[in-house]
């Protein structure tokens, strides 16, 4: 069992950066694909980001290219999300979730990702 504990939200002005951090537990966290997703009130869970077991591929949402960068430690069984240029419609809850190997259009959707935090709250003030 894998266990996600996410931290780096917080209250930012547009323009602004924030990086989210996912703690994982375990010790198989080298071997799982990691995923950020984020929901808005009033709005389904979407896909941001996700990162490759060994950090060799990334994926991203089309609304994160260009500003969002996730990466991962895995010795420090730890995934990051860089956010730059943060804009109003940013703000939700950040989940990171993580899964065995994926492969293509899997990586985007929320229900190829087995293991979830308990989320992070991102609000961007205009």
């Known amino acids: 069992q894998v266990q996600l504990v996410e931290s780096g939200g917080g209250l930012v002005q547009a323009g602004g950066s924030l990086r989210l951090s996912c703690a994982a537990s375990g010790r198989t966290f080298g071997s799982y694909t990691m995923g950020w997703f984020r929901q808005a009130p009033g709005k389904e869970r979407e896909f941001v980001a996700a990162v490759r077991w060994n950090g060799d591929s990334t994926y991203y949402a089309d609304s994160a290219k260009g500003r969002f960068t996730i990466s991962r430690d895995n010795t420090k069984n730890t995934v990051y999300l860089q956010m730059n240029s943060l804009k109003p419609e940013d703000t939700a809850v950040y989940y990171c979730?993580?899964?065995?190997?994926?492969?293509?259009?899997?990586?985007?959707?929320?229900?190829?990702?087995?293991?979830w935090g308990q989320g992070t709250q991102v609000t961007v003030s205009s």
């Open positions: 979730a993580a899964t065995g190997l994926l492969s293509g259009v899997s990586h985007y959707y929320a229900n190829s990702y087995v293991h």
